[in-house]
């Protein structure tokens, strides 16, 4: 219980029924987790949480794939897949670490935590590939009925073109660098 946050000492005694949502979710991963589990798949994770729970497990999730990246020497183990409804990695293929797989419609969320992305509409793969590849393409996330990350947007106004930053980090280079330019 502690590597999601919850002191067992706090909540040993506590009803499920008195725990909140997030409080929840983050007892059943508890669970989860003791069981070592190499792949995580999870739908929608954030949903009906209110900002500060939301932040507060994803960051959780993050930390669960990072942990397996130091546990190995490679270096490369447990690639986070965060997919806007969809997409998978194995653990082969993320180096034999963790592989956390989960479904979002918040695009801005997705382009903070996911490396690559596979984008889907009415069951159908639409693309697949890096994060700021797909999230920045203003008419492919459309087709999805899907907004671009607020980073792109704004990038977008601004008069970028092509591939846009899709993370509030990225937006500030990029800002910068078009600074220097100027």
């Given at each position: ?9 706090l ?51 993050a ?120």
């Amino acid at each position: 219980m502690r590597t999601t946050g919850l002191d067992p000492e706090l909540f040993r005694d506590r009803s499920p029924h008195g725990l909140s949502m997030g409080e929840r979710r983050r007892v059943a991963l508890a669970g989860i987790l003791a069981l070592e589990p190499r792949v995580l798949i999870l739908d929608e994770p954030g949903a009906g949480l209110d900002p500060d729970g939301r932040v507060r497990l994803m960051g959780l999730l993050a930390r669960w794939v990072g942990a397996a990246r130091a546990d190995t020497a490679a270096g490369d183990a447990g690639m986070l897949e965060y997919s806007p409804v969809g997409g998978a990695r194995t653990s082969a293929e993320c180096g034999g670490g963790r592989t956390l797989v989960f479904t979002s419609h918040d695009m801005d969320e997705v382009a903070e935590l996911a490396q690559r992305v596979v984008l889907m509409a009415g069951g159908a793969i639409l693309a697949e590939g890096p994060a700021d590849r797909i999230l920045g393409d203003e008419q492919l996330l459309s087709r999805a009925g899907l907004r671009p990350p607020l980073a792109a947007r704004v990038a977008g106004r601004l008069g970028a073109s092509g591939s846009r930053p899709v993370t509030a980090g990225a937006l500030a280079d990029w800002l910068r660098a078009r600074e220097r330019v100027a």
